[in-house]
């Protein structure tokens, strides 16, 4: 059975930084591309960025550029989500996904796997 989990959320005062893991089990994530995905509360859920399966290919949304880098770790089959520079309009509740293609990009539909979801809450 195929299934991501995704852990490092919290609390974290604005500025502050985080670091989210996507975890596998069950399957190799080399075998897909993966994305980060975040829904706050009333509203749809939203890309936030993406790598493709080599990892050579990634993508931010406008809102984290510069602040958020993805990155895949083949020998611990992981995916992170490093956030630095938080806001409070960052949080919501994240997660990873997994898509069949080389390059699945930031839509939903393109991702057939989801994690759970980790809530990140950034507030003074």
């Known amino acids: 059975q195929l299934q991501l989990v995704e852990s490092g959320g919290g609390l974290v005062q604005p500025g502050g930084s985080l670091r989210l893991s996507c975890a596998a089990s069950?399957?190799?994530?080399?075998?897909?591309?993966i994305g980060w995905f975040r829904q706050a509360p009333g509203k749809e859920r939203e890309g936030v960025s993406c790598i493709s399966r080599s990892g050579g290919s990634t993508n931010y949304a406008d809102s984290v550029k510069g602040r958020f880098t993805i990155a895949r770790d083949k020998s611990k089959n992981t995916v992170y989500l490093q956030m630095n520079s938080l806001k409070a309009e960052d949080t919501a509740v994240y997660y990873c996904?997994?898509?069949?293609?080389?390059?699945?990009?930031?839509?939903?539909?393109?991702?057939?796997?989801w994690g759970q979801g980790t809530q990140v809450t950034v507030s003074s």
């Open positions: 996904a997994a898509g069949s293609t080389y390059y699945s990009g930031m839509l939903v539909r393109e991702y057939d796997y």
């Open positions: 069950g399957f190799t994530l080399d075998y897909y591309a």
